[in-house]
């Protein structure tokens, strides 16, 4: 029953997708540039955004130092692309770092031998080149200054997807400003947690923040003090949409696509994750971010949401709904508000939002219907 019920949705969402496909055939690609962290997920998205390059022109890629070490999460960037075609897409390794780097269990093997992305580089699949032929695409340029020369570069302004912490993005806008700034047609950003509750667990954090975000507070404040339109892909989407291995099974039937393969057998690397720690699932966080990107119709967007981020302090990397700011000012600690500060009220309000940001509007994605979102990354990736 489920299947024929998958088969339905699928159905539908192939012929959506169709549909899309010929609108846009006429018009230029969407020109994209991808700003990753090297996780499994990350690679599973830059599938997605190759998938259809008569819709999307993907101009370059940085990457940082966060979820993946950043030589393998480079090469593998490099070998993906190189197998399946991509050979003018330049690839730059960020330098910066953030001030709290991600969890080794998120990064590394449980024994912390071997880096998880290292299962998706040493596939047979993508290592069917030299070394050196890698080569011409890997960029000499720091990533977050190659970001700054591509947006520099573009004669409109382009789409930023970015599904790791906004290091990179933050060191552009501070470094260059409106000229930079005015280069990007809007930010897709796999970050934050508005209503849902952060995923942080970390020694002296109170657990209000998203990992992307956490990883460099500052960073989020720095874009949070921009005016570039951003929109939000937070924890309140992406929990809807576990990586399971349903899921990956129904990449079998489409087995004799490169695409379907990859994306199956990358995402079959969390699979023992998933089973040994049912109470914290794997989510397709990034690619849901990208999947909100090609096809907008299938999340939920709020267009204008005023939010803060929060920088420093034991809540540092929250993003929050501006509406909650008084409800916070409640439990402020008497010596962050004014006298007898533990009362809601402007001065002890203040002391919050002066932890964080002025708040700002940004375009915010509520919701996704799980089954449809995998009905199209599934179409998305039979090529
Ligand atoms: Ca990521």
Not at 22 to 49: C, M, N, Q, S, Y
Not at 56 to 74: E, F, M, N, R
Not at 166 to 180: D, K, M, P, Q
Not at 369 to 382: K, M, T
Request: contains cysteine; hydrophobic residues 45%; charged residues 20%.
């Amino acid at each position: 029953m489920a299947t024929v019920r998958y088969r339905a949705i699928a159905f539908v969402a192939a012929l959506m997708f169709s549909m899309d496909w010929i609108a846009r055939a006429e018009a230029e690609p969407l020109k994209i540039i991808f700003d990753h962290d090297g996780g499994i997920d990350d690679f599973v998205t830059l599938l997605l955004l190759l998938s259809r390059p008569a819709d999307v022109k993907l101009l370059g890629i940085t990457i940082l130092d966060a979820d993946c070490k950043i030589d393998l999460a480079v090469n593998t960037t490099l070998k993906i692309l190189y197998t399946l075609g991509f050979r003018d897409v330049p690839v730059a390794a960020s330098s910066l770092q953030g001030a709290n780097p991600f969890p080794e269990l998120w990064r590394w093997s449980p024994l912390r031998r071997v880096p998880y992305c290292r299962t998706v580089d040493v596939q047979p699949l993508i290592n069917g080149m030299r070394p050196e032929e890698l080569e011409p695409q890997r960029v000499k340029t720091p990533g977050e200054d190659f970001l700054a020369e591509l947006l520099l570069a573009q004669p409109e302004p382009v789409t930023l997807v970015s599904t790791g912490p906004l290091s990179n993005v933050a060191h552009v806008l501070t470094r260059y400003g409106e000229a930079a700034a005015s280069k990007i047609k809007k930010i897709y950003w796999m970050g934050g947690a508005l209503r849902a509750h952060g995923n942080v667990v970390a020694p002296g954090h109170d657990g209000t923040a998203e990992w992307n975000a956490y990883w460099d507070p500052e960073a989020v404040g720095a874009v949070w003090r921009s005016r570039v339109p951003l929109v939000l892909v937070p924890l309140d989407a992406t929990n809807a949409v576990p990586v399971t291995p349903d899921l990956v099974y129904r990449f079998g039937p489409q087995s004799d696509s490169r695409y379907s393969v990859l994306a199956g057998i990358i995402w079959s690397k969390v699979i023992s994750w998933v089973y040994e720690r049912p109470h914290e699932p794997y989510y397709a966080w990034d690619t849901l971010t990208a999947a909100c990107v090609l096809r907008p119709g299938l999340c939920e967007v709020e267009e204008t949401v005023e939010t803060y981020a929060v920088t420093e302090g034991r809540s540092q990397g929250r993003t929050a709904l501006a509406d909650d700011a008084d409800e916070d000012a409640g439990t402020c600690r008497p010596e962050e508000g004014a006298e007898g500060g533990s009362g809601r009220g402007g001065a002890c309000s203040a002391a919050v939002l002066r932890g964080g940001t002025p708040p700002r509007n940004v375009s915010v994605v509520w919701r996704v219907e799980a089954e449809a979102f995998y009905a199209f990354v599934l179409e998305a990736l039979r090529v």
